[in-house]
Nanobody, 127 residues
Framework: VQLQASGGGSVQPGGSLRLSCVAS????????GGWFRQAPGKEREGVSC????????YYSHSVKGRFTISRDNTKNTVYLQMNSLEPEDTAVYYC?????????????????????WGQGTLVTVSS
């Protein structure tokens, strides 16, 4: 069971990046998928999550309107399109599966609902 996150990098404010999280060793389509981030000296933040059937998404207030989460179950992949990036978005981004096919702002912070984690991918937004 493995999640592989990629797509991070350095970008100027206002730029865009697309993160990908590919699952291997299991089928992702039964689980909600989520993206988290942690900046130096800050708590981990639940950025966004998407239900297994694409029907429900959640975004943190800090990224709503700028980030879009999506998934392609045929590719066992969850994506995070990040637009209008700000220096405050600088962090290590992690993908994770939920243990349920659904997710909420609450379950993203409940270890009982979190499943497998990928390694982090660094996003740096700086001029």
């Amino acid at each position: 069971v493995q999640l592989q996150a990629s797509g991070g990098g350095s970008v100027q404010p206002g730029g865009s990046l697309r993160l990908s999280c590919v699952a291997s060793g299991f089928t992702l389509d039964a689980f909600a998928g989520g993206w988290f981030r942690q900046a130096p000296g800050k708590e981990r933040e639940g950025v966004s999550c998407i239900s297994s059937d694409h029907g429900t998404t959640y975004y943190s207030h800090s990224v709503k309107g700028r980030f879009t989460i999506s998934r392609d179950n045929t590719k066992n992949t969850v994506y995070l399109q990040m637009n209008s990036l700000e220096p405050e978005d600088t962090a290590v981004y992690y993908c994770a599966t939920m243990r349920d096919p659904w997710c909420t702002s609450t379950t993203m912070y409940d270890n009982d609902h979190l499943g497998s984690w990928g390694q982090g991918t660094l996003v740096t937004v700086s001029s």
